[in-house]
């Protein structure tokens, strides 16, 4: 299957009860991970910039009893979240977010940046789109991470970025430990340091940052699997090595760069 298959179709079908059950642990993880980032701050309204299926747009309008709306590039998607009750309307991100300037209060980026062509395109949107002081939480995978600096040393290629659209490569001998892995199209795969220059270039205070886990599966060793989850628990206290990079910032009330005037 390849990028844009997976973007349009592949990603929402879910077969079997144990891959349903692991992806319905996954939301409720997620959900957890976005009210532990959340708490604290008040907002009445959420756009989900990657909304998907709308699942966590449900949950979290469930949980917090808010005004939730969803911008997807997969038509699917965007018809699945709104059987789910969200507002959601099919969207390319890195051009243009279709909601109105200073319309809402928080804006969740969660695993989405990093498949955007354009993430200054899609910081600006965020930007408008956002009321004065409003909060934008950008979750993202971390390029620099713990395992990803080991994968440096033997000359693989890291994870999370993709040589190709349509084959797993760069891995050699090692393949069988990494190639059941899908393809998802990440463009741009951030570092920490990099993630919050580019948030603060785009007039974002940065407010809050955390690390995040990711539930890798190895296809060949339950141990390896294991292991790893073990370490990745511990590296979420150093975002820097962390495997996902979770960054809050709120809107600053002056133009962002390449704003001036609009």
Same mark, same amino acid.
Request: net charge positive.
């Given at each position: 299957m390849n990028v844009n298959e997976y973007?349009?179709?592949? +990603?929402?079908?879910?077969?079997?009860?144990?891959?349903?059950?692991?992806?319905?642990?996954?939301?409720?993880?997620?959900?957890?991970?976005l009210t532990k980032v959340l708490h604290g701050y008040h907002f009445a309204n959420i756009?989900?910039?990657?909304c998907g299926d709308g699942? /966590?747009?449900?949950?979290?309008?469930?949980?917090?009893?808010?005004?939730?709306? $969803? /911008?997807?590039?997969?038509?699917?998607?965007? *018809?699945? *979240? +709104?059987?789910?009750?969200?507002? *959601?309307?099919?969207?390319?991100?890195?051009?243009?977010?279709?909601? $109105?300037?200073?319309?809402?209060?928080?804006?969740?980026?969660?695993?989405? /940046?990093?498949?955007?062509?354009?993430?200054?395109?899609?910081?600006?949107?965020?930007?408008?789109?956002?009321?004065?002081?409003?909060?934008?939480? /950008?979750?993202t995978p971390n390029l620099s991470f713990w395992l990803?600096?080991?994968?440096?040393?033997? $000359?693989?290629?890291?994870?999370f970025l993709e040589a190709s659209t349509e084959a797993k490569v760069g891995y050699g001998k090692f393949k069988r430990f990494f190639y059941s892995m899908q393809l998802v199209g990440h463009i741009h795969v951030f570092t920490l340091p990099a993630l919050v220059e580019l948030m603060k270039y785009h007039n974002f205070s940065i407010d809050r940052i955390m690390g995040g886990t990711v539930d890798f599966v190895s296809p060949s060793s339950k141990i390896i699997t294991y292991l790893y989850r073990m370490i990745d628990r511990l590296m979420t206290n150093i975002p820097s090595l962390s495997t996902d990079i979770i960054v809050v910032g709120i809107k600053q009330n002056n133009f962002p760069k390449g704003n001036e005037g609009r």
């Open positions: 973007y349009q179709k592949g +990603r929402y079908d879910v077969v079997g009860s144990a891959a349903k059950r692991e992806l319905a642990d996954f939301y409720l993880k997620r959900l957890d991970t756009l989900d910039a990657g699942q /966590i747009g449900r949950l979290l309008k469930d949980s917090m009893h808010v005004d939730v709306y $969803g /911008i997807d590039i997969s038509k699917k998607g965007v *018809a699945l *979240a +709104r059987k789910k009750g969200l507002k *959601a309307k099919v969207a390319d991100m890195s051009k243009k977010i279709p909601f $109105g300037d200073a319309m809402f209060d928080l804006v969740i980026s969660s695993a989405t /940046i990093e498949h955007v062509p354009n993430p200054d395109v899609f910081l600006k949107e965020i930007y408008r789109v956002l009321k004065p002081g409003g909060i934008v939480l /950008i979750s990803n600096r080991i994968l440096f040393v033997f $000359g693989l290629y890291p994870l």
